[in-house]
């Protein structure tokens, strides 16, 4: 055997083992894919600020990383890690300043007030959710507690709160009856309100994530004072995932680290 002919040895067994280890990889893949229920899925994500993000410097980085993914077109909020860790198709649907129902104000007639004030859920945009959805996942109160009528848990209209998700769950089994719906019940909220989401949560039969009431969530922002967290946790906390003194939405950080247990909620849906 020549030269050539043993250099052509070697790269045919130089090319067969490149092969082989692509094989094992694509195996791999195949199984990691398997075991991840998120992997590939459409994820529709729908709240508030909380949801969408209120960042100190808008698009600018918050100490020294970029909030903002210019390709996405959104902030790095939960959803986004989420999204991003998963490669899930994301629809994010938060919006600064929104409501479960319609707003207070123009339930009571104020002037100039449309059905659309402040963004309510459920008026529109509830309609709007993809057919293809494989996950859901809702977080509204925050501006509800000040802008929306409570009402009661047998309230079938979106002019209360109570009534907006009897209409937006009913809406959902009926619509998308295969979809993984999860319902994150706010921190940063009154009692009443968050009490009224858990409400509709077990009405319904759609597990949620209680932001504020469990003991087996991560304290971000706040925590009910009934469960004994004592006040320098909730300092440490708050100085750690405020964007500022002046600004207390969630953090790049507190983002990140919600992400992981809003992720893992999402995987028992």
Not at 51 to 56: A, I, L, R, V, W
Not at 166 to 181: C, M, Q, S
Not at 243 to 267: C, D, G, Q
Request: hydrophobic share 35%; proline share 4%; aromatic share 12%.
């Amino acid at each position: 055997m020549n030269e050539t002919d043993l250099i052509r040895e070697e790269r045919e067994e130089e090319l067969e083992t490149l092969r082989r280890t692509c094989r094992e990889l694509e195996e791999t893949v195949r199984a990691l894919r398997e075991s991840n229920v998120l992997w590939g899925k459409k994820y529709f994500a729908a709240g508030d600020s909380f949801t969408h993000g209120d960042f100190k410097y808008g698009k600018q980085e918050e100490r020294g990383v970029a909030v903002y993914d210019e390709e996405w077109g959104m902030f790095k909020t939960y959803p986004w890690w989420i999204a991003r860790r998963n490669h899930m198709t994301l629809v994010c649907d938060g919006i600064n300043g929104s409501i479960m129902p319609l707003a207070r104000e123009y339930v009571r007639g104020d002037k100039d007030v449309g059905p659309d004030y402040r963004c309510p859920f459920s008026f529109e945009r509830y309609k709007k959710i993809p057919p293809d959805t494989d996950y859901i996942t809702l977080w509204f109160g925050c501006n509800d507690c000040w802008h929306t009528n409570l009402g009661s848990p047998d309230d079938t209209t979106n002019t209360t709160f109570c009534g907006a998700w009897n209409v937006v769950l009913e809406y959902l089994l009926i619509h998308h009856p295969f979809a993984k719906i999860g319902i994150i019940v706010t921190n940063c909220c009154t009692a009443a309100y968050q009490e009224a989401t858990r409400a509709a949560a077990r009405r319904w039969g759609i597990p949620y994530l209680d932001m504020s009431w469990s003991d087996q969530t991560p304290v971000i922002l706040d925590r009910a004072s009934s469960l004994g967290v004592c006040e320098r946790a909730l300092e440490l906390r708050r100085d750690a995932f405020y964007v500022s003194k002046e600004n207390s939405h969630p953090n790049l950080e507190a983002h990140r680290y919600e992400s992981t247990f809003i992720e893992e909620f999402m995987r028992r849906l």
